[in-house]
């Protein structure tokens, strides 16, 4: 295999800006929020990318962006070199059969008034994916067997499960037509600590168990580094780092990528006591007007005036560390 031909998503400059309306009665455009702005990444066949941020920096928005649940501004999405954003109709309907998604709220993301067996054999019925009852009712004890549910839970309610026990669910609906791709919206955000190791265990075991590809959006900085690959780190809807977990979390180089990192508790009391935290100022700027150059500099601790006139550059520092900020050289020297 080609290292083309291992690449399963390539995001090229992805844009994604949402209208804000000054009348709710003639639906005037006064201004646009920027979401998602000029994003790029590449993700290859059976590993986990880390989508870290702060609440609001796009995340979620450049997941759903990708599956074409939002339709993007501008850009271009590739699944298996299949550009996302040119297919309309019953040709996008057919290839979201390879992409899927774990919702973060498994209380909202699953219908009350359907049974287990309902929601997780629906995506099945929807594609004509099985022909009889029986070849249903086999096909759901499987996916829920997968999961590690009961699968004489069919019949029960989502009321009747627990938020872990949902989210399983969940994973089992989108193990239904078994997609090469899943983004994972932050999965483990509204479960119970004691709960979060056993999902994202899960999580792993299935990815080795069927060749899974993720996209692990989360605030959990702890967790993205058990999980993943790489990491790339957002920031008010523009990736500023991206590098493999050990390195990132070993060496960031990005001064909000420090920040974050220096915010994660660390389980030895003598480290972490010397340990320098970072404490950024101020709030995050309104994405409907963000800073000029690059968009941390209203809250970075090392801003110059080179910052406010120019937006950074994307480049590789260092093999496959890839960092957006004009000071970085000075720091890795």
């Not at 809807?237 to 920040?259: D, F």
């Amino acid at each position: 295999m080609t290292p083309d031909e291992n690449i399963l998503l390539r995001v090229e400059n992805l844009v994604k800006y949402f209208p804000v309306h000054s009348s709710a009665l003639f639906r005037r455009r006064a201004e646009v929020v920027h979401a998602v702005d000029d994003v790029s990444f590449v993700l290859q066949r059976g590993e986990t990318l880390g989508l870290v941020g702060e609440s609001g920096c796009g995340k979620s928005t450049t997941g759903r962006t990708i599956l074409q649940l939002y339709r993007p501004t501008s850009g271009a999405v590739y699944l298996d070199g299949v550009d996302l954003v040119k297919l309309k109709g019953k040709e996008l309907r057919m290839i979201r059969r390879k992409m899927q998604m774990i919702f973060q709220d498994p209380y909202a993301s699953l219908n009350p008034r359907m049974t287990v067996g309902e929601i997780v054999s629906d995506p099945l019925l929807v594609y004509n994916e099985v022909r009889s009852r029986k070849e249903i009712d086999e096909e759901v004890r499987y996916l829920l067997g997968l999961v590690r549910l009961d699968p004489s839970f069919t019949n029960r309610y989502p009321h009747e499960f627990s938020g872990g026990q949902r989210q399983r669910i969940g994973v089992a609906r989108a193990l239904a037509l078994r997609p090469q791709l899943i983004i994972c919206d932050e999965p483990i955000s509204a479960l119970d600590v004691s709960i979060q190791a056993q999902v994202v265990n899960l999580l792993i075991e299935l990815q080795k168990k069927l060749n899974l590809t993720y996209l692990f959006i989360a605030h959990d900085l702890s967790m993205v580094r058990h999980v993943c690959n790489r990491v790339a780190v957002m920031y008010l809807g523009v990736i500023v780092e991206l590098a493999a977990s050990y390195e990132l979390y070993h060496n960031p180089l990005h001064p909000y990528t420090q920040a974050l990192l220096s915010s994660v508790p660390i389980p030895d009391p003598n480290v972490e006591e010397k340990r320098q935290r970072i404490i950024l100022k101020g709030e995050i700027p309104s994405p409907v007007n963000p800073p000029s150059g690059c968009r941390f500099r209203t809250r970075c601790p090392i801003a110059q005036a080179v910052c406010a006139e120019l937006k950074p550059e994307w480049r590789e520092i260092r093999p496959d560390h890839f960092v957006a900020c004009h000071l970085v050289n000075f720091q890795t020297q």
